[in-house]
C-alpha cells in the first residue's frame, strides 16, 4: 500500500483547515457590517456569497474576499489622474 494519498490527502486537509468557513458573527466583525444586515443581504440574495452546513450559515473566506474587492473596484474614488 503507497503512502502517497496519505500525504496528499494531509497535505489537502491541513491547506483545508487554514481557511475554514466563517460564521455571520465572523464576517460581522471582520467588515464591521452588523450581523442583522448580512442576514438581510442573504436572505435578499445580496452580499457576499454564503452556504449553510447543516443548519448553520457560512461563509468562504475567499467568497467574502472577493465580495471585499468587488465592493472596491465598483465603489473606488480617487483613481483618476489629473490632467494638467
Known amino acids: 500500500m503507497s503512502t502517497q494519498p496519505l ?3 494531509a497535505t489537502v ?3 483545508a ?3 475554514q468557513p466563517l460564521t455571520t458573527v465572523q464576517v460581522s466583525e471582520q467588515t464591521s457590517i452588523p450581523a442583522a444586515t448580512l442576514r438581510y443581504w442573504r436572505s435578499a440574495g445580496i452580499g ?3 452556504f449553510k452546513l447543516g ?3 457560512r461563509y468562504r473566506p ?3 474576499d472577493a ?3 468587488a465592493q472596491y473596484e465598483a465603489t473606488k474614488v480617487g483613481d483618476e489622474l489629473v490632467k494638467s
Open 7 to 9: 500525504a496528499v490527502a
Open 13 to 15: 486537509g491541513s491547506a
Open 17 to 19: 483547515l487554514s481557511r
Open 48 to 50: 457576499p456569497k454564503s
Open 55 to 57: 443548519r448553520v450559515v
Open 62 to 64: 475567499e467568497d467574502v
Open 67 to 69: 465580495w471585499m474587492q
